[in-house]
């Protein structure tokens, strides 16, 4: 009994799909809803910028179009060469996990990146979509009875915690605890009963005083800010002051374009990566914000109604750890501007500066078009 | 099928459920997009208004100038001074009004700062008063609530060591004028300077830094509540020049109270070892503000004290021009070295007499007599042979009347005249001018600089240019080692009979720097006298014999020495000029050779080579 293999023998149900077919099949609103975005963080980063297509706003655009030629490929592959892949992708996160825990450079304070033919990348954000893959693939072919085997379950909780334990050793607290939410919602996707989840966390909020004391300092120093961001008024609680101060003084309509005196007077640093939302709300006010809340919210509806949409497990549960990862960007990084959460280095996807995140992000939409441009695909099933 | 449609609904299910919780989130995040945005913005647009973090940029230090072995001939010193960011006032006018009872502000003052105001980006401050006293600089932090916007803080100031004997070489900073403070917002930082001659201006790009800023938070009543963030900049690099402290005291010391310059070079680098221009001037003035009874002093100094006199200073080379003339009748061949040509004490051209110096008749002499005794008479036949356009040819090859590409501004290229110069100012060029040509009088001006120059080229065959700046940020500059120039382009036989020539000029009793020779061991100086005609340079005065005492100060003859040493291995060349002094033998060859003295004993050009074991490709004795 190979739980977690998968064979392919069944062929494709529409063999005559060619290139241009498929490509035509490609949810175009969700390519729009992209671009949107895309257009919305160019506007932010040439304002950051002073008003300059440089430093940010041209690079971050070309990136965009190489990671968006990228998707339509990646769309193009399919599925179930994709599902196949999935336990060496995931073997292949591990390794360079380890990798950059030995080799790769530090930022801030952590051991988090890895230069890859002068590109930067972050493994733990590639870890992520790997995860959801190999969770995928495991959950793929299980019956109800085995979800509701708990000896079933233990691999599927290995395979969580492995990533999430080499993410934490980085350190990066705030992508380890997404990548075990996103664990998560695969599994309770799969068929796992609430109430085992419900075990997990009282068993997390109980040894929570004790894993504190496991925390790096600067860890503790985020989560105290976020208790009371008075006490460190001019360390990280004074960003959490001043995106609240940009955000609260947009007003409904906003200062105006490259009006926003928090943004333009850079009260905040570095608000081109993690705080560029305050730029949008600084200068386009309330109706800038929600509009991009609301594009935002459109994405991962649509990435949720691929998942309903598609006739396999695999692509149904792939599809909702892709939504998943990317409302958890959204979620956290808006709530860390709106002093909701501790502040903890998330950008928002599509719209912050940067190419480690935007590349992993289109790659998992790259995994989600190809979900859903074969929804219809049929696996070849063993055993059921 | 079945299998998965089972699981096709459940997981709709579930999705729909985990789609309603994430749906519901992005609500929770709209609505407290709402009431930060909407409902608060009031509270938020007020807290803008009043933010009270602001930053301002600082002056970086510039960097400092040194001498070759790393002593400070350029540095900065602290001191208080205030500063006013006019943003973080409410009401600026009154903060002045306020500011100024605590420090006396004249109005020329206040409409400064009244200007800087209304001109400037809010990031940079504007200086209301620098060089705060003590008492001032506690009323003014007694009375801070009084004064928003108002900051007191260390600046930093120039200060010159050594003072007015190196204001010369290494220059003086002053404030940007407006035009480049509006041109350049760095220099509009109150502390920036900007060099204005020397070395200071010469290497201005790289001692100026770059800024750094300060970031500070202040309350609602311009304060400043505490500093939040701050970057000192990028320091100005430290520039090394070629000078030697030792050589340049001395030089400055040996003229006294006497006018003129002194010139000493690495005769094999070109580096400027001393650089000495009297009188000097207080260099540190310009920066703080020279007072009006200084600077009216200062213009009317028949000694013209502003003015760098090894470098711009033009004067007539006299007799140190000789070499150069005989360097191009050897070229040409209209001399050799064995030609013998006669004194009679005087030189007829036409109906006009020229005559030698005293009126003394030399006889029959060869060339090497001719430079050892100064005569004019063969030199006034020379020149006539070889003719006024070969002379200037040879004397630009020597550096004389060319532009020496000096790291030093301000430099005066000076003048060797030419056929078509002649032609070019209409001045009609008669055989006569030729002859004065031929002992440095006439129309030819050359810079101390560029004797030096000449000579350095004379002694060791090589092209060096004249250059100041050694090491920038540590850096050795092209052109500051042996091998870094090129060949003269003069025949090495012709260099070693003149060189052998002005050896004799110092070295044997009727030479006419015998006095000035070197009391060293198996180290000798050779070199040439000047004694040049400031006053109507015309043929007829040069008959006069001029009983100069009596002279006014202004009519005198400068005296004038070039040399260099040691003779069998050429490396440091000096020139010097005293202006009025009379006899180049009398004033400016002593201070050659106590320069010289000096040089040889401290071998500053080579302190870890010693000078013995040197070799040297040109200048063996014959």
Known sequence: MSGSTISLHRPFKDRSFGLVRKFLRINWLFVVCLCALAGVGYLALYSAAGGSTTPYANSQLIRFCVALVMMFVIAMVDIRSIAKAAWPSYALGILLLVVVMKFGHTGL????????????????????????????????????????????????????????????????????????AIGATVMLGAGVRWWKFAIVIVV?????????????????????????????????????????????????????????????????PEKQTDFVFTIIAEEFGFIGSIATLALLFMIVVIALYTAVRSENQFGRLVALGIATNFFLYCFVNLSMVMGLIPVGGVPLPLISYGGSALTAVMLGFGVLMSVHVHREAEFAVDEY | MKRDSKNQTGFTRRALLIGTAQTAIFGAIGARLYKLQVDEHSKYQLLAEHNSISERLTAPERGVITDRFGIVLAGNQQHWRALFMAAQAPDPASVLDNFAKLVPLDDDERARITADISGRPGYIPVLLKDYLEWPEMAALEVNTPNLPGVIVEVGTSRVYPFGAGFAHPVGYVARPDVPEAKANNVLALPGMRVGRSGAEAANDDVLRGSPGYVQTETNVHGEVVRQVAHDNGIPGQTVALSLDVGMQNLAVQALGSQAGAAVVLDALTGEILAMASNPGFDPGLFDKGIPADVWKSWMADPMHPLQNKAIAGLFAPGSTFKPTVALAALKYGSLTPEKILTCNGSFQLGDHVFWCDNHIAHGSITMTTALQVSCDVFFYQVALGVGVDRIAEMAHTLGIGVNLQLDIPHAAPGLVPTIDWAAARGVHWAPGNTVVQGIGQGYTQVTPMALATMIARVATGVEVGPHMARRIDGNLQDGSDIGDWPALDVDDRHLAVVRQALFEVVNTPSGTAYGSRLELANMQMAGKTGTAQVHNNTAAEKQKNFNDATMAWADRPNGLFVGFAPYNAPRYAVAVIVEHGLFGAQVAAPIAKQ???????????????????????VGAPS
């Open chain 1, 109 to 180: 304070g952590a051991k988090r990146w890895m230069s890859v033919g002068g590109v930067e990348i972050q493994p733990s954000e590639l870890m992520k979509l790997f995860l959801i893959l190999a969770l995928a693939a495991y959950f793929h072919k299980a019956s109800h009875e085995r979800i509701g085997n708990l000896f079933f379950l233990l691999p599927a909780l290995a395979v969580i915690a492995l990533p999430v334990g080499l993410i934490l050793k980085e350190p990066n607290l705030g992508t380890a605890v997404i990548t075990a």
């Open chain 1, 204 to 268: 997390i909020g109980v040894a929570a005083p004790v894993l504190y004391h496991h925390l790096h300092d600067y860890q503790k120093a985020r989560i105290i800010t976020f208790l009371n961001p008075g006490s460190d008024p001019l360390g990280a609680g004074y960003n959490i002051i001043q995106s609240k101060i940009a955000l609260g003084s947009g007003g409904f309509s906003g200062q105006g374009f490259l009006h926003g005196t928090q943004n333009q007077l850079n009260f905040l």
């Open chain 2, 595 to 617: 320069l010289m003295t000096y040089a040889l004993t401290n071998d500053p050009a080579g302190r870890d080579i010693p000078l013995t074991t040197r070799v040297s490709s």
